[in-house]
């Protein structure tokens, strides 16, 4: 582990990595004119985009100890390309005995390394799996000062494809997280709309952006005058020294424009699916989970704008509440989730499932599963799984939910004799303004010591949504048949 080296990184500052277009990345014009015609050809222009990445970026950023947390810097702890393998790059796990495939998405700003946990565990269980990246990740940051919101659903669909082509007529899911929980919708909607489109036989959404502040609409306009003289600065919402192998910690203001321009798409697309009992039929079975807690979306955009709105008894949702035991030992809370969760656990007409992780009881940081049914008016049925609250965490968080606790860049605790760097559970105290990392950056939970559990989750439903994809079907899951351990 390498956290030493956090004060002696450059000071924030537009950076070459800041200002240089890779014009090698993928557009969805590079679809409409016959240059990228399928999976394939996109793995073949990502490969030639980091090889301009290295010539252009890496080979002009110092190397050595003042530079040992500079993501750019070649052989230091940031580096993506001094592990084993460069996870920014998009992969594919292919098995010999394929029962079906799944897309995984990532977030805005991240990478495929993000799902890559949940890649590897699909594959073992016998699914042909892709992890994408998405344009304009995994390189640099100014990869998101051009991107759009299509350039990375034609990503999205040019994988689609190629795994239905694969696998012939097996059943294909898209798992998305964030800003890829949005594209997986899109995606999904695109399929009923046009027959050419495979259709996923599930969807799971991870931290789903499915409605954000709406201030974010003025990006675009802060956006356009970044291209005034003097006014480069306006092309990001924030710059910071680029210390993390997998994640942008500089965010260009476009970004945010097209994570607002996609939800706004979307959300429009599914309020009139609403209105259309027969299309909105056609649509797989959503399971999304989310933290109650989330700084980047609401749980309630999920619930009033999706869930309530597609045909009941196929969806559910699965939260993440506080920790309550926790959280009763302190006046510091900002503003308690726990009207939402009431109202989850006890409004019997909801036409989607509802499981909520919580505290057993107020004195225990034991959790438990509480599951209702949709329209349920006997309660929830309770489970206990085994697991509790770390002592030192409060709740999860957006960024928290993909990531296991053994994670050797995000987790608990730094792999032993790893000199790369860490990023997890950071305790670094000290006096404020001496650190170049935000304090906020070093206390928000970065892992999810419910994984496993999660996990499991999205296996079932993807399992049990496995039957091939039939408009007008009901491929939801039993979703009741995970919760058949003892109760409380």
Not at 51 to 69: F, S, V, W
Request: hydrophobic share 40%.
């Amino acid at each position: 582990m390498l956290v030493s080296g956090i004060s002696a990184c450059s000071s924030p500052g537009l950076k070459p990595w800041h200002t240089v277009e890779l014009d090698e990345e993928f557009t969805l014009e590079m679809v409409n004119d016959g240059r990228v015609q399928n999976f394939a050809d996109y793995l073949a222009l990502e490969d030639r985009l980091f090889g301009q990445l290295e010539e252009e970026i890496y080979a002009d950023t110092p190397t050595g100890p003042a530079h040992a947390l500079e993501r750019y810097s070649a052989g230091s702890a940031a580096d993506p390309e001094h592990r084993q393998q460069n996870w920014n790059h998009s992969f594919e796990l292919t098995h010999p005995a394929a029962i079906g495939g799944v897309l995984l998405l990532h977030g805005m700003s991240d990478s495929p390394y993000t799902m890559r946990t949940l890649a590897n565990t699909l594959n073992q269980q016998g699914y042909h799996v892709i992890a994408l990246r998405s344009p304009g990740h995994g390189t640099v940051p100014s990869g998101l000062r051009t991107i759009s919101w299509q350039d990375m659903a034609a990503a999205a669909r040019l994988a689609m494809q190629h795994l239905s082509t694969e696998l012939d007529g097996k059943p294909v899911h898209i798992v998305g997280y964030s800003t890829g929980a949005s594209l997986a919708l899109n995606h999904a909607l695109d399929a009923l709309d046009q027959q050419a489109i495979p259709p996923p036989a599930s969807v799971v959404l991870i931290s789903p952006a499915i409605r954000v502040h709406p201030a974010s609409g003025m990006a675009g306009f802060k956006n356009s005058l970044s291209a005034l003289p003097g006014m480069d600065g306006m092309a990001y919402l924030a710059v910071m020294d680029e210390f993390d192998p997998y994640k942008y910690n500089s965010f260009a203001t476009n970004a945010a424009a097209q994570v607002h321009r996609l939800t706004h798409h979307v959300d429009g697309r599914i309020q009139s699916l609403a209105s259309d009992a027969t299309v909105a039929g056609r649509l797989p079975p959503i399971l999304a989970i989310k933290s109650t807690v989330d700084a980047t979306v609401t749980t309630d955009a999920v619930v009033d704008n999706l869930l309530i709105r597609l045909p009941a008894n196929r969806n559910e949702l699965l939260l993440f509440d506080i920790n309550r035991q926790a959280a009763i030992k302190s006046t510091l809370l900002v503003d308690d989730p726990g009207p939402l969760t009431e109202r989850l656990l006890n409004d019997a007409g909801l036409p989607f499932a509802v499981t909520m992780v919580k505290n057993k009881d107020a004195n225990s940081r034991n959790v438990v599963a509480r599951r209702k049914p949709a329209y349920s008016e006997d309660g929830y049925v309770v489970e206990s799984l085994q697991l509790e609250w770390p002592v030192d965490v409060v709740s999860l968080s957006h960024v928290a939910l993909p990531y296991p606790p053994d994670d050797p860049v995000y987790g608990e605790s730094p792999v032993e004799g790893d000199d790369q760097v860490f990023l997890g559970n950071l305790a670094i105290k000290g006096e404020r303004g001496l650190l170049k990392i935000p304090g906020e950056w070093l206390l928000r939970q970065r892992y999810n010591p419910f994984y496993d559990y999660m996990q499991a989750r999205i296996l079932q439903w993807i399992d049990e949504s496995g039957e091939p994809y039939t408009v007008g079907g009901n491929n939801a899951p039993d979703v009741a048949s995970y919760h058949s351990g003892s109760g409380e």
